[in-house]
C-alpha cells in the first residue's frame, strides 16, 4: 500500500532505475530547477534523489498542513536524522535528547538584552582583529572571514571569554562544521547497512570531540566546583551556554565528553546558518551602494536615542527589512520544512503520503511568486520595512517572522529556535559594519554567483569584499 501511495504522486522524470538515477544526479547539480518544475505543474510531486524519492509540496496549504501535523505523523526530528545522518556525524543523542533546544528557545532568547553588551563588544573585537579599518581598499575574503568573525561572537555567547578568543579552539569547531557537511556527502552514497562501518573512517566525532574536550575541561570543572559549593545560583554567575548546559544536564549527558559534543553541535548549528546568512546580505549590500546611505542614517539615529542596546535593533527597520528581503531571494536553499512520515499522512485534498517518506515544501514557490510579493524577481531591501510602516509596527513583516509565505527558518512549532540570537548577532555586526566601513566589489554592482549544492543554497565561497575605514 506504501509504495501505491507513493507512486499516485506524480514524479519529475521517469520512473524507470536507469531514468531516475540521471534525473537523480541532475537533482543534485540543478536541484533549484527541478523544484520549480515540479511546482509549475503540481502541487505535490516527487524528485529522485540518489537514495530515495523525496516529495515535496507546493502552495500555502500544504504548508499549513504541514505546520500543523504532529510528530506522531510527520517527524522534524526523524527527518533532520534521516537526512543529515546525525548519530554517525554529531553523535546518537543530538535529536534524542532535545535539553538544548529548550536552552536555545527559552533561555538564550530571554536573556538577549542583557547579554547584547558582551555580543557587541565582541564584534569590535573580532572585526579589529579580522578585518583592521585602513584607509585604503583591502580585500578580504568574503566567506571565510565572516565564518571566522562569526565563530569568535557566537562562542562569546556559547562559552564565554577569554576561550571565544582562543584561534585553536574557534578553528577546531570551524573544521567540525565543515567536517560534517562533508561526511554527510560522502556516507549518503553508502547504503544504511554499511554506514555505521563507512562512519568510521569519513568521521571525525570521536577525536573532535577528545580534542575539544581540552579547551572546555577547565570552565566546566571551575562552574562545577563553584555549584558543588554554593548551588546554581553561585556567586558571579556568567550567563553562557556552557552554563546552561551545565545546570539542566543530567544523567551522561552531564559528562565532559556529552558536553563537549553539545558544544561542537552548537557550534554547527550556529557557525554554518549564521555566516551564509550574513555573507549573502554583504553581498547584496556591497552590489547596491544605494542603500548605504539610508542604513547609516537609521543605525545613527536609533543608536543615539536608544545607545548601543538589543532595543536599538528592535528598531532598525530597513536594516531588518534588508536582511528578510536578502534570505527571500537567497534563502538556505529550495527545501523547507523537511518531515519524515512516520505514519499515513494525508494533505486536506486527500494526497496520502506513505509512511517512510521524506516530505518537504518548496520555498522557491512562494518567495517568488510575484501574488505574494509584487515583483517578486526584483530585490527590494525595504520591501518589509515599507510593509511594517504601512500596517504598524507588528511583528509579521519582522526579519524573525515566518509564516506559510515566508520559510527560510522554517515555519510553526520547529521554526528555528536560535533564529532570534542569529538576527540579533547578525544585525549588530551589520550594523557596526555600516557605521565603520566602506565597501564595494571588486567588479562593482555584480554579486557573486550562489552555489547551490543539492537543495541547499551557499553564497559564493570564493568571492571577495573590499573594506577601508569610512570616510563620509
Known sequence: MASQAKASIPATCSTDPISSFFAARRSISEARSVVEEGAKKYNVFRIPQMDRW????????????????????????????ETMLLRYLIGPTITTNEYTTDIVRQQLSRHLPNLFGALKEEIIL??????PPTEEWTKYHAYGTMVNIIAQVTNRILVGAPLCRNTDFLNLNIMFTMEVA????????????LRPLVARWVT?????????????RPY?????????????????????????????????ERTLPRLTNRVLSLNFAAIHTS??????????????????????????????HYGWT?????????????FKETQRMNGLGCLSMTRLAMKDFTFHDNTRIPKGAIVSASSITPHYDDKIYPDAQTFDGFRFAKLRQKEGQ????????????????GHGRHACPGRFFAANEIKAMMAHVILTYDIKLEQEGVKPLNEWRGPACVPNTRGSVLFRRRRD
Request: glycine share 4%; with cysteine; proline share 4%.
Open 54 to 81: 523525496h516529495i515535496v509540496v507546493s502552495g500555502q496549504r500544504y504548508v499549513d498542513d504541514l505546520r500543523k501535523a504532529s510528530d506522531e505523523y510527520l517527524s522534524f526530528n526523524h527527518a533532520l536524522e
Open 126 to 131: 573580532a572585526f579589529e582583529a579580522k578585518i
Open 182 to 193: 562533508e561526511g554527510n556527502d560522502k556516507l549518503r552514497h553508502w547504503p544504511d547497512i
Open 204 to 216: 571525525c566525532v570521536p577525536k573532535r570531540i577528545e580534542e575539544a574536550s581540552e579547551y572546555v
Open 220 to 252: 566546566i570543572e571551575e562552574k562545577q566546583k563553584k555549584i558543588d559549593e554554593y548551588g546554581k545560583d553561585y556567586p558571579d554567575k556568567e550567563q553562557t551556554l556552557l552554563t546552561w548546559l551545565l545546570d539542566e544536564a543530567t544523567g551522561e
Open 275 to 304: 555566516s551564509m546568512t550574513f555573507t549573502q546580505a554583504l553581498y547584496e549590500l556591497a552590489a547596491r551602494p544605494e542603500y548605504l546611505a539610508p542604513l547609516r542614517e537609521e543605525v545613527e539615529s536609533v543608536v543615539k
Open 310 to 322: 538589543k532595543m536599538a535593533l528592535v528598531h532598525m527597520n530597513k536594516l531588518d527589512s534588508f
Open 394 to 409: 507588528g511583528t509579521t513583516n519582522q526579519f524573525v517572522a515566518t509564516s506559510n509565505d515566508y520559510l527560510p527558518f
